[in-house]
C-alpha cells in the first residue's frame, strides 16, 4: 500500500463477507458523503447505500434500497440534501430502471422508470431542484438513449434524446446558461464514435463527433461543466491493444456545436479501462483512469492550468483496481470510490471490495507520479509475427464444397474464447460483439469473461451477458453463444480453465466457486441439465507461479465435446509445441490434446484466440464448420457433433470422412474389414497435409498449387484407434481437423 492510501484510505466494505462493485458517490448541501454499490453474495445482487463519514472511519446505516430481482450498477447524486439513486435490476430475464429518493434518515418507494427488454446504464444529474434520470434502451442492432426528469408522481417528460441508431453510456451536464449536454457513444458500421448533443430552450442541436480518431473505437464519454463549456472525456482502442484517454472543450455558438482543445491524456498499451469524471460548481474537474489492471489514476483540470499530471490513487502492482465513482467538494478536495481485488483472488477469496481514498487539493503536487504511464504488462502486447487471415473466394469455396459433398452447405468462421471489460479485458460487452462483424469478419462467436476472475462473476451481470448475447444474435446475420469461462482458483487447484456454451439462451452461471461449480465432475454434472458443453482450453498452459492447465482426469464424453488446440497462447497440439503466431507461453508435459487423445476421449478440435484486447478472430485462433443456415442451434449442434475444426487464422477448408463419417465420427466395424479415408484440402497458400493415427504420422502430401486430395484404406483394429488431419502452410499457417474414431463393432 501506496503512503497516499495509508493515510488517506478506507474500506467501505468487508471482502471476507460480500462482493462489492460498481461503487458511486456524492454530497449533500451539509457536507454529508453518501456511497453506494451492487452488493453479492450467496447467488443474489443488492444494491447497499450509507453515509461515509471520515472523521468515524466507518461506513453507517448500510441499507438495501433494491427490489426482489438483481440489481446491477447503481448511481446517486445529491440535490441539497436529498439523495436519489438509480440502478438496473432483471427480473425473469425483465429489465427495470428503478429509482427513489433519501431525506432525513426516510428512504422513498421504488419507482419504476421504464422496463424492457434490455436497460442499462443509468445517470443521474441534479441542476437546480431538478433531477434528470437517464438511461439505454437497447434492441437487436439499435439502441438509443432516454432522459426523464423526476417528479412528486414519478418520471415525466421522457423523451428520446439521441438520433444515431445505434448508442449507448449516456452522461449529461448542464453549463452556467442552462444548456444540457449529452454524450454517448455510437456504434457507426465500423467502429464506435463519442457523440454529443446540446439543448437550450428546449431545442436540440445535431449530433456532433467528438473523438478524434477515425479508426479507433471510443467508449464510455463522461462530461463535466466548466461553467459555459463542457469537458468531454472518453477512452478509446485500437488494432495491436494500443488505448488512449482523451478529452475535448465542446460548448454551444449560435445553434451549432463547437469541439476545441482535443487532447491526448495519456496513451499505453496495457489492460482495461474504467473511468470516472467529477465537477464542483467553480467549473474544477477531476478524471479518474485505469492503467493497466493494477492501478487508478487522477487528474486534475481547469481553465487556467489545464490537465495536471497523474496521481495514483490505488494500491500496489499485487491488487486490482477498477470501476471508480469520483466526487470534488467546493474546497477542490477528490475523492474517490473503488473496487479492489486482492492478487488473483487466492487469499482471501475472489470477493471485490469497495474501497474509499481521498486527497485534499493542496496536498494533490505532493503525490504526482511522472513515471506511472510508462509501464505496460507484456501479456497484451500484440504478437509480432505478421499474419495474413486469407479467406478463400466464394466461388472457388462453392466448387469445392459441391465437390466434396457439401453442396447445400457453406462454411462459417467462428472465435468463442475472448473476454471484455467486464472481466480482465478490454472494451465493452456490445462492443466484443460488433468487432466480431467488422474486424474479424466472423458469422459467430461468444463472450466468454470469467466466472471469477479478477472477481466474482455476479448473477445481474450474468444477465446482462445473457440479454447482450441474446441480442445480436440475428439469424442469416450473426450467430452468438451464451458462455462464460469457468477458472478455477490457480493458486489452489491445477483443475484447467474451461468454456461452458448452452444451447440457445437459458442457463445458470455455475462458478468455481459455487458448490455446484466447484470442481469439473460436479460442473459437468451442473451443466447437463442445460444441455450445455465444457471445452478445455490452453489445455497445457503454465502461468510461471500457477498452473492453468488441464487436469486429464476429470473428463465426461458427453460435455467435454471439444478441446481449444491453438490460442494466442500457444499451440497444444503436443508438448513443445510452437507457432509463430503465439506468445509460446511455457507448457506442462501430459496435458496437450494429444495426451488427452491418448487417454481414449473422444475430443474435437477447435482454435480460439483467448481475446483479452478485442483480439478476437484477428490473434489466436478461429473454428470453421459447414452449416445450412446460420443459427445458433446449427452452430451448437455442429459443435457438439465435433464437426468442425480449428486453424491458425487462415481460411483453410478441409474435408476429413471416414467411409463418409465425418471428422467428429465414432465409426465401428467389423475387425480387419477396411475403412476408406478421405482427405480433401484447400489451403491459402503450399501446403503439406498429414494424417496422423494415435497420435504418429502415417500419411504425408504436399502439394504447390493450394490443393490436396487424396484417400487411402486401413484396416479395422481390435482396439479403438483415432484419426485426425494436420495442415501445414508455407505461410507456417495450420490447420487441425476433428479426429475421427475407428473401433471394432464386435
Known amino acids: ?144 438513449i432516454v432522459m426523464g426528469t423526476i417528479g412528486e408522481s414519478g418520471i415525466e417528460n421522457i423523451q428520446v434524446v439521441s438520433s444515431s441508431k445505434e448508442v449507448y453510456r449516456p452522461s449529461y451536464t448542464m453549463t452556467v446558461d442552462g444548456i444540457g449536454y449529452v454524450a454517448y457513444d455510437s456504434f457507426n458500421g465500423k467502429n464506435y464514435d463519442v457523440l454529443v448533443r446540446a439543448c437550450k430552450d428546449g431545442v436540440w442541436s445535431e449530433e456532433k463527433i467528438v473523438s478524434t480518431s477515425k479508426t479507433a473505437w471510443a467508449a464510455q464519454p463522461l462530461v463535466a461543466s466548466l461553467k459555459d463549456k463542457v469537458l468531454v472525456c472518453w477512452y478509446d482502442f485500437n488494432h495491436g491493444s494500443d488505448f488512449s484517454y482523451n478529452s475535448s472543450v465542446v460548448f454551444l455558438k449560435d445553434s451549432m456545436l463547437v469541439v476545441e482543445e482535443p487532447h491526448c491524456i495519456g496513451r499505453g498499451i496495457d489492460w482495461y479501462e474504467d473511468i470516472a469524471i467529477a465537477e464542483n460548481s467553480k467549473g474544477e474537474v477531476v478524471f479518474s483512469y485505469s492503467w493497466g489492471k493494477t492501478k487508478l489514476h487522477v487528474r486534475h483540470y481547469d481553465y487556467e492550468k489545464k490537465w495536471s499530471e497523474p496521481v495514483v490513487f490505488t494500491y500496489d502492482e499485487n491488487s486490482f483496481a477498477s470501476n471508480q465513482g469520483a466526487y470534488i467538494d467546493e474546497e477542490g478536495t477528490i475523492h474517490l470510490v473503488w473496487q479492489y481485488g486482492n492478487q488473483n483472488g487466492h487469499k482471501p477469496i475472489r470477493n471485490a471490495q469497495v474501497i474509499y481514498t481521498w486527497l485534499k487539493v493542496d496536498e494533490f503536487e505532493n503525490y504526482i507520479d511522472t513515471e506511472a504511464e510508462k509501464v505496460s504488462d507484456p501479456f497484451t502486447r500484440p504478437i509480432p509475427a505478421e499474419k495474413s487471415l486469407d479467406r478463400i473466394s466464394e466461388e472457388e469455396t462453392k466448387k469445392w464444397m459441391i465437390k466434396n459433398g457439401y453442396g447445400e452447405k457453406f462454411p462459417i468462421f467462428g472465435d468463442i474464447h475472448g473476454q471484455s471489460g467486464m472481466s480482465d479485458g478490454v472494451g465493452e460487452i456490445d462492443q466484443f460483439f460488433n468487432i466480431a462483424k467488422v474486424w474479424a469478419n466472423l458469422d459467430f462467436t461468444a463472450l466468454t469473461d470469467h466466472d471469477c476472475y479478477p472477481y466474482w462473476l455476479s448473477e445481474s451481470e450474468w444477465e446482462w451477458i445473457r440479454t447482450t448475447s441474446r441480442l445480436f444474435n440475428v439469424e442469416g446475420e450473426m450467430t452468438t453463444l451464451l458462455a462464460y469461462e469457468w477458472t478455477p482458483n490457480e493458486y489452489r487447484y491445477d483443475f484447467g480453465h474451461k468454456n461452458i456454451y448452452y444451447r440457445g439462451f437459458e442457463g445458470e452461471l455455475f462458478r468455481s466457486g459455487d458448490e455446484g461449480g466447484l470442481t469439473p465432475d460436479r460442473l459437468f454434472s451442473s451443466i447437463k441439465k442445460y444441455q450445455a458443453m465444457a471445452f478445455p482450453h490452453h489445455p497445457a498452459a503454465s502461468w510461471k507461479l500457477v498452473s492453468a492447465a488441464t487436469d486429464w482426469s476429470f473428463h465426461d464424453d458427453s460435455v467435454q465435446r471439444m478441446v481449444e488446440i491453438f490460442s494466442r497462447h500457444a499451440p497444444f497440439e503436443y508438448y513443445g509445441n510452437y507457432s509463430k503466431y503465439t506468445k509460446n507461453n511455457m507448457q506442462i508435459e501430459r496435458c496437450s490434446a494429444q495426451d488427452a487423445l491418448a487417454k481414449g476421449y473422444h475430443l474435437g478440435f477447435i482454435a480460439g484466440s483467448d481475446s483479452h484486447q478485442m483480439e478476437h478472430g484477428l490473434e489466436g485462433g478461429v473454428i470453421i464448420t459447414f452449416v445450412d443456415k446460420l443459427a445458433n442451434e446449427t452452430v451448437w449442434d455442429n459443435l457438439y457433433d465435433r464437426f468442425a475444426y480449428g486453424t491458425s487464422g487462415a481460411g483453410i477448408l478441409l474435408s476429413f470422412k471416414v467411409d463418409n463419417h465425418e471428422m467428429g465420427q465414432i465409426v465401428e466395424k467389423e475387425k480387419g474389414k477396411e475403412v476408406e479415408f478421405s482427405v480433401s484440402v484447400l489451403g491459402t497458400d503450399e501446403l503439406k497435409v498429414e494424417v496422423l493415427c494415435n497420435n504418429k504420422v502415417i500419411i504425408e502430401k504436399e502439394s504447390a498449387d493450394r490443393a490436396c486430395d487424396f484417400v487411402f484404406t486401413r484396416e479395422v483394429g481390435e482396439v479403438e484407434d483415432f484419426y485426425y488431419v494436420r495442415v501445414t502452410q508455407k505461410d507456417d499457417h495450420q490447420a487441425w481437423g476433428s479426429p475421427i474414431w475407428v473401433k471394432n463393432k464386435n
Not at 463477507?17 to 456511497?35: I, L, N, R
Request: aromatic fraction near 14%; hydrophobic fraction near 30%; include cysteine.
Open 1 to 144: 500500500m501506496n503512503e497516499l492510501n495509508q493515510r488517506y484510505s478506507k474500506e467501505v466494505t468487508d471482502i471476507v463477507a460480500v462482493s462489492g462493485k460498481y461503487p458511486c458517490m456524492t454530497q449533500t448541501a451539509d457536507g454529508k458523503t453518501y456511497v453506494c454499490y451492487q452488493e453479492y453474495k450467496d447467488r443474489h445482487d443488492v444494491i447497499v447505500a450509507g453515509v461515509l463519514t471520515q472523521e468515524k472511519d466507518e461506513f453507517t446505516n448500510g441499507t438495501i434500497i433494491s427490489g426482489e430481482g438483481e440489481a446491477l450498477k447503481p448511481v446517486c447524486v445529491a440535490d441539497g440534501n436529498r439523495v436519489w439513486y438509480a440502478w438496473g435490476e432483471n427480473k425473469n430475464q425483465k429489465w427495470k430502471i428503478y429509482y427513489r429518493s433519501y431525506e432525513n434518515g426516510v428512504y422513498g418507494e421504488i419507482q419504476c422508470a421504464d422496463e424492457g427488454e434490455a436497460l442499462f446504464y443509468p445517470y443521474l444529474y441534479s441542476k437546480d431542484g431538478i433531477i434528470y434520470l437517464l438511461w439505454n434502451r437497447q434492441h437487436s442492432n439499435s439502441a438509443e
